[in-house]
Nanobody, 124 residues
Framework: VQLVESGGGSVQPGGSLTLRCTAS????????MGWFRQAPAKDREPIAC????????FIVDSVKGRFTISKATDRNEIYLQMNNLKPEDLGVYYC??????????????????WGKGTLVNVSA
């Protein structure tokens, strides 16, 4: 399985970015995909996840109302729409996938695959 992120870049506070993660090599019908963020000198933290067979995504409270996770209907691809970006959103955003997790808090323990990350820089 390969996960490829795109869409990172530099924006000013209040700006928007949309990240995309394209997965290839899935052989299972069920998957959970999502996003993690690692800020400088901090641990990687989960941001959001979504399952291909379940409607309700999960998103952490710290970005709820500003970030939205969604998925394509015809391919293994997910998106993270990030609005009203703040300086504390700066970091490397990683796409992750699991073939066994439930999309819920704690899903990071069951991540099977990681992307290489894409940098989001938020500064004036």
């Amino acid at each position: 399985v390969q996960l490829v992120e795109s869409g990172g870049g530099s924006v000013q506070p209040g700006g928007s970015l949309t990240l995309r993660c394209t997965a290839s090599g899935f052989t299972e019908d069920y998957w959970v995909m999502g996003w993690f963020r690692q800020a400088p000198a901090k641990d990687r933290e989960p941001i959001a996840c979504i399952a291909n067979a379940v409607v309700s995504p999960f998103i952490v409270d710290s970005v709820k109302g500003r970030f939205t996770i969604s998925k394509a209907t015809d391919r293994n691809e997910i998106y993270l729409q990030m609005n009203n970006l703040k300086p504390e959103d700066l970091g490397v955003y990683y796409c992750a996938a699991s073939l066994r997790a439930v999309c819920a808090p704690g899903w990071e323990a069951a991540v099977d695959f990681w992307g290489k990350g894409t940098l989001v820089n938020v500064s004036a």
